[in-house]
């Protein structure tokens, strides 16, 4: 199985400023299509997780640009340009390369 | 806006098994895998596997093999997981989730509890 490795584990950022999370894999999560299947989740206290990414740099329906996704192969990251009070909570890293999709730990964010 | 409607919470006694249905509005799923993910209370998230759009194949996390069936009635495009043998530490909410994980039910608590 492909684990996933995020770091790092918490993180607070004051209002407005940028924040960045990063996440490694043990596989490279480039696919023969030449897609790289990695996407970042967004996960608010007491909701259901958000995808906010796909296929490493895509964003979502609906989520704002302050959000971005990059990297290659095995090394990802994922950015927020300027933080803002609704973006608290938990961010995972999940690749659909392949079965079984597998997540990373998670990345609490938190305002300063 | 697709929306995947799970069933409600369930509170099941050790041993017992549990079956979780998902149905996504405008029959939204009849063409697509369907995940189903696991979070126990405060811990991350875990897949527990994949329905095919016709439902005749389904692949499972190694950790949950011969106690998880995936199983959905295309009539209905209704996705069920079913879970038997519950221990204490099922205790979580379980997902389901449209391939590729792009859309997600609300998700269904269930509490395995003596």
């Known amino acids: 199985d492909i684990v996933m490795t995020q770091s790092p584990l918490s993180l607070a950022v004051t209002l407005g400023q940028p924040a960045s999370i990063s996440c490694r894999s043990s596989?490279?999560?480039?696919?023969?299509?030449?897609?790289?299947?990695l996407n970042w989740f967004q996960q608010r206290p007491g909701q259901s997780p958000r995808r906010l990414i796909y296929?490493?740099?895509y964003r979502d329906s609906g989520v704002p640009d302050r959000f971005s996704g990059s990297g290659s192969g095995t090394d990802f990251t994922l950015k927020i340009s300027r933080v803002e009070a609704e973006d608290v909570g938990v961010y995972y890293c999940v690749q659909d390369k392949g079965w079984p999709y597998t997540f990373g730990q998670g990345t609490t964010l938190e305002i300063k | 806006q697709v929306q995947l409607e799970q069933s409600g919470a369930e509170v099941e006694k050790p041993g017992a098994s549990v079956k979780v249905s998902c149905k996504a509005s405008?029959?939204?799923?009849?063409?697509?895998?369907v995940h189903w993910v696991r979070q126990a209370p405060g811990q991350g998230l875990e897949w527990m596997g994949v329905?095919?759009?016709?439902?005749?194949?389904?692949r499972y996390a190694e950790k949950l093999q011969g106690r998880v069936t995936m199983t959905r009635d295309t009539s209905t495009s209704t996705v069920y997981m079913e879970l038997s043998s519950l221990r204490l530490e099922d205790t979580a909410v379980y997902y389901c989730?449209?391939?590729?994980?792009?859309?997600w039910g609300q998700g269904t608590l269930v509490t395995v509890s003596s």
């Open positions: 296929k490493l740099s």
């Open positions: 989730a449209r391939d590729h994980v792009d859309y």
């Open positions: 405008g029959n939204t799923l009849t063409s697509y895998y």
């Open positions: 596989q490279s999560l480039v696919s023969s299509d030449g897609n790289t299947y």
């Open positions: 329905i095919n759009p016709s439902g005749d194949t389904a």
